[in-house]
């Protein structure tokens, strides 16, 4: 989730600081920018969106793009500032998208707050639906199932934004991921640095055609996607 900025010379300002059910989220500018702060730490910003948008393909690339059955469901973790939903949206190839976010903040700014340029149009696609849920204890719960599953709510396995979420990377946290898939269904993880545990770990969970690709960006190192299939 942690993304790359743009070295500025002003201060940033903030545009909105609230509390919610997880800490302490702030939207603020710098610059031309929009980045997302959670607890102190910053998560996201607009300056680019290459990865949210090949996090999405790559879902669609492995269930087979044209040739997979039609009007797929994707589930998309973590709206952020909506590259992922956006780039998902301007596809007909997906047949539904929901998305799962768990700060009300972020919604709201999505919907009535600066973000809402960047999204606007997806959210008003009939096929988008927002759910606003923690995403470790939604894929246990619901009921619904998808085609794929693109999740973007951390840095990575080994990088997580709060505790809460390493659950979601255990063998325990991963059955959930597929108890929701349906056969043949696939699971993309964004993260920013590749692991070989976190691949062994997709195997153990009973995955298979496991395998990491990279996301060459502007500058630094690549991040990757882990791509997993629910055998069917």
């Not at 300056?47 to 087979?64: N, P, Q, W, Y």
């Not at 992922?84 to 768990?102: F, M």
């Not at 505790?163 to 993880?189: F, H, I, K, T």
Request: glycine share 10%.
């Amino acid at each position: 989730m942690t993304r790359t900025t743009t070295a500025f010379h002003e201060a940033p300002e903030v545009l909105d600081r609230r509390e919610g059910p997880y800490g302490e989220v702030v939207l603020r500018r710098h610059g031309e920018l929009l980045q997302i702060i959670a607890n102190g730490c910053f998560l996201m910003d607009t300056s680019d969106g290459r990865s949210e948008r090949l996090l999405v393909d790559a879902a669609r690339d492995a269930l087979g793009g044209d040739r997979a059955a039609p009007a797929p469901h994707v589930l998309i973790g973590g709206l952020g500032v909506g590259f992922s939903l956006a780039h998902a949206a301007a596809d007909p190839y997906w047949g539904r998208i929901t998305v799962v976010e768990r700060e009300p903040a972020i919604i709201d700014w999505h919907r009535n707050g600066p973000l809402a340029p960047l999204s606007a149009d997806a959210l008003a696609d009939p096929r988008t639906r927002i759910v606003e849920a923690d995403l470790v204890k939604y894929v246990h719960e619901t009921c619904a199932t998808f085609d794929a599953l693109c999740l973007d709510i951390d840095n990575g396995p080994g990088w997580t934004v709060t505790e809460d979420n390493e659950g979601l990377y255990s063998q325990a946290g991963l059955a959930g991921c597929a108890r929701v898939l349906r056969p043949e269904g696939v699971l993309a993880v964004w993260s920013a640095q590749p692991s070989r545990e976190f691949e062994q770990t997709l195997w153990n969970a009973g995955f298979r055609a496991v395998r990491t690709e990279e996301i060459q960006v502007a500058r630094g190192v690549p991040d990757v996607v882990h791509l997993a299939v629910r055998p069917g």
